[in-house]
């Protein structure tokens, strides 16, 4: 320190060229001279801090390799690759999906009806005269559900029906929606319809004061045959006479049938019909054709597999610097390269036992890409569980991830056990810098009080020096 002031202090009257006074010269002096010590926490701290981001983005793609391999390790995982697809020759009629249980073949499919919500209509009300029901407490039933409403003096049949459909709708048991239609000027109806379509939804009620005065009665409704009164511009009734109407119709391959919905599950094995709009007589059928969907079996359930190892084995080779100073992440890549080039023994005699069977390529950085898809296509279609077995097996591609990752991922894994390490160093190297940054900033607080004391000294000393040499000339 002795030295620092001494070639600070030389400068001679306590101002520097620069415009900095000696004393500043002197503590930023003092600070390079510790400048190496904080830097070499700070850049300890750095490479920690680089060690920590690479292993939480190393963990991330393990866990999401890991949720792609394991529903190769579910117990239905070979139905993934029974993957089948149903084709409509008019999507604008039908359209459709498919299950691994549809079975293979063509089908001739016409939509004669579509399957309707069931609609009831009250007698037509002068909206403003008041409701016959007034000053009475009103209980009545639909769909078995039973309703009570209070139909206060003064009402109108407006706020009547209004209070009627206000409890319907309360109701979350409630089978139909109400609603009040004014469909003119000066009256109102009451609007009932179904929540289910076809005749699984069709509207029941029973006889009583309130729906009798709202012209809803079974005797002139009909709703226990299959004519039904339907409602006319003043007259309650039905939107459709028939209660069959209300239900879808179709042929198929010359049988016809009904359904109380549109979406219909259970007239093709594993196959669901969406059912869009009705032909035109003149319209030719629709033709159903359900095959094995190889392309969705390999964009959907290996291509995702093959992408998430991609990823993985791409961000261990771009951190070579990271890789190198591990040997256990050496080791790692290593294994998981050999995962995909290794013969899975569980796929049977003349089946394919390697990857590369497939029409899958290993890259010169042991990427994985599909480059015959032609030739997967074809085993998928010849008997997609030769394909499975690749995977699914005991010794199979997922199994032999599984094996590699095994000891990574976890609390007690090794990732979690390294970046616990290294969050604990973290926090150690911030604190130690902390420290010695206080012990610089306390050091050079004493160096500057101790300059500036003896700068002091110095310019009492010249004054002195002065008068003495002035008294010593006369």
């Known amino acids: 320190m002795s030295d620092v002031l001494g070639t600070a202090f030389s400068v001679g009257n306590g101002l520097s060229t620069g415009g900095e006074s000696n004393t500043e010269l002197v503590v930023a002096a003092f600070r390079r001279t510790k400048k190496p010590q904080t830097d070499a926490l700070t850049q300890k701290k750095t490479l920690l801090e680089n060690r920590q981001t690479f292993l939480n983005g190393f963990r991330t793609r393990l866990e999401d390799l890991k949720s792609k391999y394991s529903t190769f390790l579910e117990s239905s995982a070979n139905n993934k690759f029974f993957a089948r697809k149903t084709t409509s020759s008019d999507t604008s009629v039908v359209?459709?999906?498919?299950?691994?249980?549809?079975?293979?073949?063509t089908f001739s499919l016409r939509v004669n009806r579509l399957a309707t919500n069931d609609v009831l209509v009250s007698d037509r009300k002068n909206a403003s005269r008041v409701s016959a029901l007034a000053r009475t407490s009103q209980n009545f039933e639909i769909n078995g559900i039973a309703y009570n409403v209070t139909i206060d003096r003064g009402d109108s049949n407006a706020t009547a029906l209004g209070k009627i459909a206000s409890v319907i709708n309360r109701d979350t048991n409630s089978a139909v929606r109400a609603s009040v239609v004014k469909d003119t000027g000066s009256t109102v109806r009451l609007s009932l319809t179904s929540k289910k379509s076809g005749t699984d939804g069709d509207i029941t009620f029973t006889d009583s004061a309130l729906l009798t005065d709202l012209g809803i009665k079974n005797a002139a409704s009909g709703t226990d045959t299959d004519t039904r009164s339907k409602f006319t511009t003043t007259n309650a009734g039905f939107q459709k006479a028939k209660r069959k109407d209300l239900d879808a119709s179709l042929t198929l391959d010359g049988i016809e049938v009904t359904r109380s919905s549109n979406t219909v599950t259970d007239l093709l094995d594993g196959v669901t019909l969406n059912l869009q709009k009705v032909q035109n007589p003149d319209d030719a059928d629709i033709t159903l054709s359900t095959d094995n969907d190889s392309d969705s079996v390999s964009k959907s359930?290996?291509?995702?597999?093959?992408?998430?190892?991609?990823?993985?084995?791409?961000?261990?080779?771009?951190?070579?610097?990271?890789?190198?100073?591990?040997?256990?992440?050496?080791?790692?890549?290593?294994?998981?390269?050999?995962t995909v080039s290794e013969a899975v023994s569980s796929s049977g005699s003349g089946n394919p036992s390697l990857l590369t069977e497939l029409g899958i390529t290993i890259g010169s950085?042991?990427?994985?890409?599909?480059?015959?898809?032609?030739?997967?296509?074809?085993?998928?279609?010849?008997?997609?569980q030769k394909v499975a077995d690749l995977f699914t097996g005991n010794d199979g591609v997922a199994a032999k991830l599984d094996?590699?990752?095994?000891?990574?991922?976890?609390?007690?894994?090794?990732?979690?056990?390294?970046?616990?390490?290294?969050?604990?160093?973290?926090?150690?190297?911030?604190?130690?810098?902390?420290e010695v940054q206080k012990r610089i900033d306390a050091q050079a607080e004493g160096l500057r009080k101790e300059y500036e004391n003896l700068q002091r000294n110095f310019l009492k000393a010249q004054a002195q020096f002065k008068s003495l040499s002035a008294f010593t000339t006369v």
């Open 301 to 338: 359930i290996i291509q995702p597999l093959l992408d998430s190892y991609n990823d993985t084995l791409r961000y261990l080779n771009s951190n070579t610097t990271q890789l190198r100073a591990d040997r256990a992440l050496q080791s790692f890549r290593s294994r998981l390269r050999g």
């Open 365 to 384: 950085d042991g990427t994985l890409s599909i480059t015959n898809k032609e030739k997967l296509d074809g085993l998928l279609a010849d008997n997609p």
């Open 403 to 434: 094996a590699v990752l095994n000891g990574f991922l976890g609390e007690s894994g090794l990732i979690n056990t390294r970046t616990t390490d290294l969050r604990s160093q973290i926090v150690s190297v911030d604190s130690r810098s902390k």
């Open 95 to 105: 359209t459709t999906s498919s299950e691994s249980t549809a079975v293979s073949g």
